[in-house]
């Protein structure tokens, strides 16, 4: 990704401009304004979030001549010469292609002089962990006994490269990955402000691209205006940037929840056709499944998505079992080196998209033999119920509601719950917490519960409160560990 003008002319210039990573923000200006300077930083954390940004604002404002409060004025001499890099109190350097230990030899005599015009000298050293071995042993003899005017900025993206000795000299921040909501806001901002028509869903598509990265949704931006004949749609930014877009990649988990094995594989080679990136097309697909995966599980749901694409993948995420996304996050992950290095790059897919549909058709296929089991329901009963359950879940905040008419205190517990399942007459509701789920339990609060979502919905229903932890029911243990295992595959967390 090359174009970074939107980038460079975007950048903060200053803490309060900074719209995210908060609490460094807030510990690194609390530490200017009572001059309480260390003498070595740590900043990790994933490319383009903000860390060589925060990194020049706090140099400024260590040494601005006129500052105010915590932050630099950005016009005096010396805040005009770091910007310039006129400054010799002020040192970058990219460890990517200075890993010798003579570069660091040089950097520490420089240090020996005492600042010309600010107050601190300072010194950032981006991508720090390409260090050779040598730099790293003369950088920790520095930073064991730094001179007084001495600032270190280390930034890295791959702190388990970083020797335990050099960080335990420093103190450390955790740059986070940006959230949707931050990207999109901000992205929307340098649209407008350069008069550039983008619609919401285009800015979303954009967002999701940048995967947490400022730097990333401006580049893409850049890409996507060179483009631009008027208003930016998300078609376009597909177009542009050869993605295949969230409802294209949530059209194609609906193929293969419903088993559509020939569907599915058309879908593919019309993706190919078009000239998608089957291989991020994969990632897209997979980073959707964890979405999945993390809703079923009752993790966070906050991934800033517009109402309407929230909503289907909530009721996607009610029509699929855990046991099946699980399944089809498997078939889907192990494909992704062979996407990679194979002849034909749609086949992995195609092939993956069959053994997943067939999953689906063989489960149909056996609950079909079984419909005189009881404990199986006939396929059709299985879809009424999926309709009603999907009934109740859109009618929630309505019920919710209804419910302070009767017993207002009930509302608290029951917010906390998940509508999981229908199962016979029976409405199963998940908690979280035993506390809420007791609260629900007690018979007299179960029944007003019952009506409620009787006179909102029409439906009638006997609701079934059980514990999030307990509702795999026998097979608990076992699934359990399998959800932590593949969570953990997926970068994930369970809240809890
Ligand atoms: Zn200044």
Known sequence: MSNLVLYRKYRPLNFAQVVNQEHIKTTLANAVANNRVGHAYLFTGPRGVGKTTLARIFARAINCTNRKGSEPCNECEVCKSFFEATSLDLLEIDAASHTGVDNIRELIEHLQFAPTKATYKVIIVDEVHMLSKGAFNALLKTLEEPPKHAVFILATTEINKVPATIISRTQKFDFKKVNMLDLIKLLKFVAGDNQVKINDNALMEIAAAADGSFRDGLSLLDQVINYADGEVTEELVE?????????????????????????????????????????????????????????????????????????????????????????????????????????????????????????????IASSVRSDDQSSVLPSTSRKDNGDKLNQIISYWPQILEKLKDYNHSLISSLKLAVPIAIVGKELILLFPYKFHKDAIEARKNRVVVDQVIEEVTGIKLMVKPELQKDWQGEEKEEKNETVQSALKIMGGEVSE
């Open 239 to 363: 177009q542009v940037l050869g993605l295949t877009g969230i409802k294209t990649t949530a059209k194609f988990l609906d193929l293969i929840i419903d088993g559509k094995t020939q569907q599915a594989v058309n879908f593919i080679s019309d993706l190919m056709s078009a000239g998608r990136d089957l291989y991020q097309f994969q990632k897209d697909f997979l980073e959707y499944l964890r979405k999945i995966l993390l809703v079923k599980v009752g993790g966070t749901t906050d991934f800033g998505f517009s109402q309407e694409i929230q909503a289907n993948l909530n009721a996607q995420a009610n029509r699929v079992s855990l046991d099946r996304i699980m399944k089809v996050i498997q078939i889907f992950q192990k494909i992704e080196s062979e996407i990679k290095w194979a002849t034909i790059q749609s086949l992995p897919l195609e092939l993956a998209a069959v053994e997943a549909t067939e999953e689906e058709n063989k489960e």
